[in-house]
């Protein structure tokens, strides 16, 4: 995506004492989305983020703004109850359409474009759960955007036999990370200020206000908004919030560009494609016909090429006629689980707002989030099911975390193998 990307935007840093109502700590899609909604509302606000725009997860995803959470809908609604479900729809292709019509505001170039999204199935147990949620969405909402594929037509659509069927979402899309960020930070810094290379070292309560420091200069706000996600725990930032989620590496590569006679046959349609493993395989193709292809990344956060080895493996399982292909380009980055795979958004204490864990669905829950966080700061009640209601925790034992990722991981592959092997 860098070798591809639009230049940064030339940002200041922060080198004099400034005074602010809300204080947003991350200039990623959370961070820079909650000051565009912050400042439609006329509530002062400044953006503080320790590298550039897009640094983090933002610039470095797949760019794929599914419509979809880590639980399929007919879960969703034995779990929270239908009416919750329903709700949760709602919002979810709600966040996708403010997406979409924040690009057209500003004008971002970023490649946003309705493609749609496969989820597909490595084996018959988890085709059954999408039929259901296929269903559902039919019954429950009258939904007409989504359809179930057979083995043959998801051959077809994704260019592997590698899955017993899939479920067709034709409202997700695709951006270009990392040039929404940088096109969201240059349009909401021309109404509130954005500062890159700030990093938050240190804050303290100073009566009604909070006083954070940065390497330069000193910020006074009345309220924070913490929107770091996987990097909350780099910092010196508010509460036990890095304890709350798991920052767990994410590794993705791209080969070279292909020649047509191979890439005709490798999502001829322009889908994108997550599948259904707990461990989940994802993969698009790229505008001048390279393949992404992502997933967990190596527990030692390396991104040294022996790192990449494991997925490059799987990315040639699943398509036999990359065996020979080329890798260009190989990056990592974290992303931030929660314990529930959702999202949570609200007040840690008093003054001090949050909104993180995504799982691995932060291009359309970010959006999402960042709505939830303006309402919040303009004093509104907000209730969006499980993203926040309450408890929201910290993680038991949180510092023996990585152990924790091997024996899932483990464990999670042990399952997906038995189920693909039904």
């Known amino acids: 995506w860098a070798a591809t990307a639009a230049p940064a935007p030339d940002l200041p ?18 961070g820079l989305t909650t000051a565009h909604y912050l400042a439609r509302s006329n509530i002062d606000c400044a953006v503080l983020e320790a590298n550039d725009a897009g640094w983090g997860a933002s610039g470095r995803n797949g760019g794929m703004a599914v419509l979809r959470y880590k639980s399929g809908w007919a879960a969703l609604a034995q779990q929270f109850g239908a009416d ?32 749609g999204h496969i989820t597909t199935a490595h084996g018959p147990k988890p085709l059954r759960a999408l039929e259901e949620d296929a269903r559902w969405l039919e019954r429950e909402m009258g939904y007409e955007g ?40 240059a349009a909401v810094a021309r109404k509130v ?22 390497p330069r200069a000193r910020v006074a706000a009345r309220r924070i908004v913490v929107a770091t996600n ?61 393949v992404l292809f992502g997933s967990r990344g190596h527990l030692s956060g390396s991104n040294e090429p022996w790192a990449f080895k494991a997925i490059e493996a799987a990315m040639r399982r699943v398509f036999p006629a990359l065996e020979d292909a080329a890798i260009d380009y190989r990056w990592n980055g974290k992303v931030g689980f929660s314990l529930d795979y959702f999202p949570h958004v609200g007040e840690a204490e008093p003054g001090v707002y949050y909104a ?5 669905r932060g291009v359309v829950l970010t959006h999402m989030a960042a709505k939830l966080l303006a309402a919040m700061l303009r004093g509104e009640i907000v209730d969006a099911g499980p993203l926040t209601r309450e408890p929201f925790e910290p993680i038991p034992m949180h510092g023996l975390y990585p152990l924790g990722i091997r024996f899932y991981t483990a464990y999670y592959r042990l399952l997906d193998a038995r189920e693909q092997a039904r």
């Open 230 to 290: 996987a990097y909350t725990g780099a910092f010196a930032l508010p509460n036990d919030l890095a304890r709350r989620i798991v920052p767990v590496p994410s590794n993705i590569v791209a080969t070279a560009p292909l020649p047509e006679s191979i890439a005709r046959d490798i999502l001829p349609e322009g889908q994108v494609v997550t599948d259904s493993r707990r461990i989940n395989l994802y993969f698009r193709r790229t505008p001048d016909r390279r």
């Open 84 to 115: 919750t479900a329903r709700e949760m729809f709602g919002a979810l292709h709600d966040a996708i359409d403010s997406l979409e019509a924040t690009i057209g505001e500003y004008g971002i170039d970023c490649g946003f474009s309705r493609c």
């Open 356 to 360: 993180i864990g995504y799982s691995g």
């Open 13 to 30: 840093r922060l080198t004099t004492d400034i005074e602010t109502d809300v204080a947003i700590i991350g200039g990623g899609f959370t």
């Open 193 to 214: 200020p954005v500062f890159v290379s700030t990093p938050v070292t240190g804050y303290r309560r100073d009566g009604a206000r909070f006083v954070l420091e940065t």
């Open 146 to 185: 989504a359809t179930i594929l057979s083995r043959a037509e998801t051959s077809r659509l994704t260019g592997t036999g590698e899955y017993a069927g899939a479920f067709l979402e034709r409202r997700s899309g695709t951006i270009h990370p990392p040039n929404y960020p940088r096109g969201l930070a």
